[in-house]
């Protein structure tokens, strides 16, 4: 038989129970956490992240960085950076907006991955940084991000819609831009698919000119070995002159070569045509490649490959005499009003580029 003071105490232990099961019944509107499913589709998928403060929306694939569109007040022009592998491994250059060890200090407006031009209606975008000097401004042009349309998340892939304008250094705005960029990951191969649209707000011409249009720049290692010395930096961000010859401690050394759909290799691919283009290295015993593929609808098809050793990646269409000076001079113009539109797929492989594979990469894009 129960003492009195036993069923007392069993009656205020139960109601205790009751109350902690309807404390936390109560709370959980209030700090309820996610479903286990929804969790993991977050971290397994492609998320955009937008800060808007901080001028950047930051892409992750699996819980692992891949690129930031970034807008600061120091460029003159939005770009995506860094680039990084699905290893881990930057393939960008990180000078001069994060310099690293060894790197070359040539060019400071080659900052991640862009698209501009050198020469429409005369003003120089491409060229354009806080280097220029003063009394050159008025010559060059600068691109100004507008707004975010859409920065979409999702399990398979991520969609970024932005809008910026390209106004030249007399403070006119001549091209209004709309870019959709499609981030995407499938057996350790990473991907940007871009659609630039290029609406004229005047009639813009765009001059054959070596300097445009998609361009990247890659990191110390994916430079060729036959390019000569220059000026690199140091662990401190010091800029350095360095022989063609010299060793550079501690910093993987250059191994990149350059391979386009037309079987030219190294630095013959300079000023050569094709519908695609990769550049393979290797830092230690990781191998990247990163293939630019072009789209049959793209003007100037197939594009001319600005590939430079020292680091420069980029598929111009709308150069041709200063690429070949036996074609008639290409001036690819835009009347008020009219829009010209650029498709093209960029990939992060972590393996060499197997020719046969990329035509049907390509072939596959074309259809698109």
């Known amino acids: ?9 069993l009656a205020a232990g139960f109601a205790l129970v009751l109350g ?3 404390g936390a019944a109560q709370g959980a509107g209030t700090n309820k956490p996610a479903p286990a499913g929804k969790a993991a589709a977050a971290k397994s998928g492609v998320v955009l992240k937008l800060d808007e403060k901080a001028r950047r929306v930051d892409i992750t694939i699996a819980g692992k960085p891949f690129t930031s569109f970034i807008w600061p007040d120091t460029l003159k022009k939005p770009v995506l950076y860094p680039l990084v592998d699905a290893g881990g491994v930057t393939v960008s250059r990180g000078w001069p907006l994060e310099p690293r060890a060894g790197e070359r200090t040539d060019h400071p407006h080659h900052d991640g991955m862009w698209f501009n031009y050198g020469n429409a209606n005369g ?10 000097k003063p009394e050159n401004r008025e010559k060059m042009g600068s691109l100004t991000m507008d707004k975010i349309v859409k920065a979409e998340s999702g399990a398979k892939q991520g969609v970024l819609e932005t809008e910026s ?6 403070g006119q705005s001549i091209l209004k831009q709309t870019t959709t960029y499609v981030f995407s990951e499938t057996n350790g191969t990473r991907y940007i698919e871009m659609t630039i649209a290029l609406k004229a707000l005047d009639k813009v011409t765009f001059n054959d000119d070596k300097e445009g249009a998609l361009g990247i720049r890659v990191a110390r ?3 060729s070995p036959e390019e000569k010395g220059g000026t690199f930096t140091d662990a401190n961000g010091v800029a350095t002159k360095v022989a063609a010859t010299a060793d550079l401690p501690g910093v993987a050394p250059p191994t990149g070569e350059y391979l386009t759909s037309e079987g030219v290799k190294g630095g013959k691919v300079w000023a050569t045509r094709g519908r695609w283009c990769a550049v393979t290295g290797h830092t230690g015993d990781h191998v990247d490649s990163i293939v630019i593929f072009d789209h049959p609808k793209n003007p100037g098809y197939p594009t001319y490959w600005h590939a430079r050793g020292y680091g420069l990646f980029a598929a111009n269409p709308l150069g041709r005499s200063i690429f070949d000076p036996k074609q008639e001079t290409f001036k690819f113009t835009l009347e008020k009003g009219a829009t010209a539109t650029f498709h093209y797929k960029v990939e992060f492989a972590q ?6 594979t990329l035509d049907k990469e390509a072939d596959a894009f074309a259809g698109k």
């Open 221 to 223: 290692w994916l430079e």
């Open 1 to 9: 038989m129960r003492r009195p003071g036993s069923l007392l105490l």
């Open 165 to 170: 304008t390209w106004i030249t250094g007399k």
């Open 351 to 356: 393996h060499a580029a197997y020719p046969a």
């Open 20 to 22: 902690t099961v309807a």
């Open 123 to 132: 003003f120089d975008f491409w060229n354009n940084s806080d280097a220029i």
